[in-house]
Nanobody, 125 residues
Framework: QVQLVESGGGLVQPGGSLRVSCAASGLSSDYYAFAWFRQAPGKEREAVSCISSRNGYTEYSNAVKGRFSISRDYATNKVYLQMNNLEPEDTGVYLC??????????????????WGQGTQVIVST
């Protein structure tokens, strides 16, 4: 049973930085793609970034490209999203997702097999 637990959210001022983490357990191998999504109040869930397995392939949405960086630690089964130069529009619940079927080339789409509960990020003065 794959479980994903996010942490690291909080309140940050515009222009600040925050790193959210996703701890994965129950994985059968390293061959999973991971992704970060976010959902703001009253808005649809949107894909933010994804990372493939062992080949370094990543993708970012246009909204966060150049400001966010995704990484993973295979030793601890954790995936990170480093968020810099945060804007109020980045506010939302950040969710981690995993999929064993796209481990070579992740995609920024909704159909991931496993999801976490999310961690709240608020960017405000």
């Amino acid at each position: 049973q794959v479980q994903l637990v996010e942490s690291g959210g909080g309140l940050v001022q515009p222009g600040g930085s925050l790193r959210v983490s996703c701890a994965a357990s129950g994985l059968s191998s390293d061959y999973y793609a991971f992704a970060w999504f976010r959902q703001a109040p009253g808005k649809e869930r949107e894909a933010v970034s994804c990372i493939s397995s062992r080949n370094g392939y990543t993708e970012y949405s246009n909204a966060v490209k150049g400001r966010f960086s995704i990484s993973r630690d295979y030793a601890t089964n954790k995936v990170y999203l480093q968020m810099n130069n945060l804007e109020p529009e980045d506010t939302g619940v950040y969710l981690c997702a995993a999929d064993p079927n796209r481990f070579r080339r992740c995609v920024l789409s909704d159909d991931y097999d496993y999801w976490g509960q999310g961690t709240q990020v608020i960017v405000s003065t």
